[in-house]
Each structure stands twice: as C-alpha cells, then as structure tokens.
C-alpha cells in the first residue's frame, strides 16, 4: 500500500502516493514562483535609490493586476540535485467584463518538464495545468508525473466566503490577491509578504533572441523573521534553509510598461547575501498585453477521464488562514 505524503508550500497543496519526489519538488517551485484596465504609461520616474524600490514594486504589481489580458510563453530553467529541469508552457489570463463575486480573472498555465536525465518517451512528458476556468467556479491543478496523474481542485466561492466569515484585516477578499488562485498578481502579493525588497534598482537589461528589453533589476531577501523560523526550531536546533527555498530573488521590470519580465532565484543555506549564479529563473516573453484576443474557451476545462478529482479546498483554506497575505 502506498502512503500519502502531504506537501504545503506557501498556498500550494498537493496529495502524493508514488510520484518523484526530486521532480515533484520541482513542480512545486515552478507553481510558487507556480492578474480593471491600468494605463502602460504615465508611471512614476526612478532614482537609483532604495526608497524607489517599493514604489516600483507596487508599480509593477498593478500594472499585472491592471491588465485586461495577458498572454506569454513561459520558461523556467531549475538546477537541483545534481539534475536540471526544463520547464516550458504558455499562460494566459483574461478578465471578466462582468466579474462575478470577487474573482477578477480566468486565467491558464499550462507547461511540460524535462530533465537532462529523462530517458523515457518525450511524447509523453511530465506535465502540469492549473485553470481557472470559464464559470469562475473551481480551480483545477492537473499534474502528469512519471505517468502518475492527479487532478485536484479547488472551490473559488467557499475560500472567498472562508475569508470573509473570519473577517481577517491581513488576507484580502479578492481571489486575484492570493497566492496559488489569483494567478500572477497573488504569486507577486505573497513575494511581497515573504521579501524584503530595499536595495536600489538597476537599470539594466535582458535579452531574448533577437530583442533586448530595458529593465529595472530589482532584489528581495527573504525576510529576517522567516529565515529565523527555517534556520532554528523551538528546540533551538540549528537547519539549513531547503535548497529548494529560495532566500533571494531578482526581478527584472519593464521600464515602459512595469511588467516583470524575468525572476533569477538564489539560495544560501543561511539565508546570507549571495554572489553566486541563480539556481533558477523564470521568463516570461511573447508577452502580449491588453489585446482581448484571447478565446473564452482557452478557460474551458473538462477534467481528463477516469481520475477522480480530489477537493482540496479545506487545505488551501487553512494555508491561506495560518500564511496571511500583503494587502495595500
């Protein structure tokens, strides 16, 4: 008999019988890290200073909260025990004319992974779709390991209401303001729960085949409090941070439309200033915004057949409860 593993990570819940746990963890990474019309111009201009960071930071969380439609390939590079993961996909995001209760957006990541070690099919991958679909009712998560498969889902109306009945100033009511079912703008709300983001910006850039893009480089260190709850338990027995926690990111943001357009990850096993390269990063291009070209039925979804569906919306409750989020 299989036993279950139960893994919670920030807002995201996952049962496990059976699946890799290095390449499940990897997953997992992917969907921490796995969005009213605002205008593109007219921003704020910076200074090289700290004091310019949060405004920016908030800059370019309304700016993804503000657009009408997003649409964007996806690619993630991970480098973690001893192998590198490859994680490609697209995601799209389309608000609602006329939203019904408090969630703003359909949106859909869809990606495959590969590692270098993968020897088995490539017409069968391993991979993971999360779908806000088109009644606004459920999030789905799909996952397709190692040819394991696992649908859970999540009921939109019952964590709203969860919220609400609670009354709790630190957690925002709005689905699109929590992390693992507000899509872009809650994985950014819940970065700025877990960083401290006071460094200067740099006006730097990236490139991307054959455009580059003018960006500020943004970073946020995992912030003191958190670092003291991974490093020592209440023992006062000493850890090292999980390799797979990041205790730095960088975040590259546009220029002209404070969209991010790349997150590098670093880790130290203290939480200390790191120098060295990233472990991963995470990029979004192809990027098209407030152009409401994207079909409604991109967020149909009809759950693959013969896997039961299991509803982990208590769960998710109980992390977004014991977790808070940002609120501004």
Known sequence: MLMKKRYTLNFVYFNNSGLSGRIFIVILFFMMQSWHIF???GFSSLSASSD???PLYYEMLFSVEGANAISASV?????????????????NE???DDPRGNVPARFRLEVKVQTTQDTRDVKSPNTLTIVCENTYNYIYRYLSLEGEKRLERIEIKRVVDAI?????????????????V??????LREMKNRYDFNTAPVKTQIQEKNSATIVWKIRGRLKPEIVAKLTEDVAGKKHVIPQHTPTAIDIYVGIEDRFPYRFDYFWTPDGGKSTDEPFAYLVFYNLILHTRSISASTFDYLPPENIPV???TDQVILQIMATGSTKR
């Open 164 to 180: 609400e009945k609670l009354g709790r100033d630190d957690i925002p009511t709005e689905v699109g303001s929590l992390f693992g």
């Open 52 to 54: 310019a960071t949060e």
């Open 75 to 91: 690619r993630q590079n991970i480098r973690l025990f001893n192998q590198e993961f490859n994680t490609y996909g697209t995601y």
């Open 39 to 41: 205008a593109q111009t």
């Open 94 to 96: 389309l608000k609602s």
């Open 310 to 312: 299991d509803d982990v």
């Open 182 to 187: 507000g899509g872009l703008a809650g994985m």
